[in-house]
């Protein structure tokens, strides 16, 4: 089992630049598939990037690509993303999830079975 919980959330303005942290208990880290989602009120969850285990996969959807950027620190248990040129629609809460899955092409919340609590990012226009 991993215990996720994200960090870093705020409100900003639109074009500004954000980055997420999610910390990971249990001394596996290295062996999750993990991705970041978010969502809207009164929308569904929305898958936004995954990093393979080492670190040398990743995979977002056009929406997010070429502003976001996900990455991992297997020494410290530490997933990140990092967000620029935000705009109002990013705005969401962010859950960082963890998967045994091998690639980052997993998209679907239900192939991640832990979760952290969540990051509320809100962007201004």
């Known amino acids: 089992q991993v215990q996720l919980v994200e960090s870093g959330g705020g409100l900003v303005q639109a074009g500004d630049s954000l980055r997420l942290s999610c910390a990971a208990s249990g001394r596996t880290f290295s062996s999750y598939t993990m991705g970041w989602f978010r969502q809207a009120p009164g929308k569904e969850r929305e898958f936004v990037a995954a990093i393979s285990r080492s670190g040398g996969d990743t995979y977002y959807p056009d929406s997010v690509k070429d502003r976001f950027t996900i990455s991992r620190d297997n020494r410290k248990n530490t997933v990140y993303l990092q967000m620029n040129s935000l705009k109002p629609e990013d705005t969401a809460v962010y859950y960082c999830?963890?998967?045994?899955?091998?690639?980052?092409?997993?998209?679907?919340?239900?192939?991640?079975?832990?979760w952290g609590q969540g990051t509320q990012v809100t962007v201004s226009s």
């Open positions: 999830a963890a998967t045994g899955l091998a690639g980052p092409w997993n998209m679907n919340t239900r192939q991640y079975p832990y």
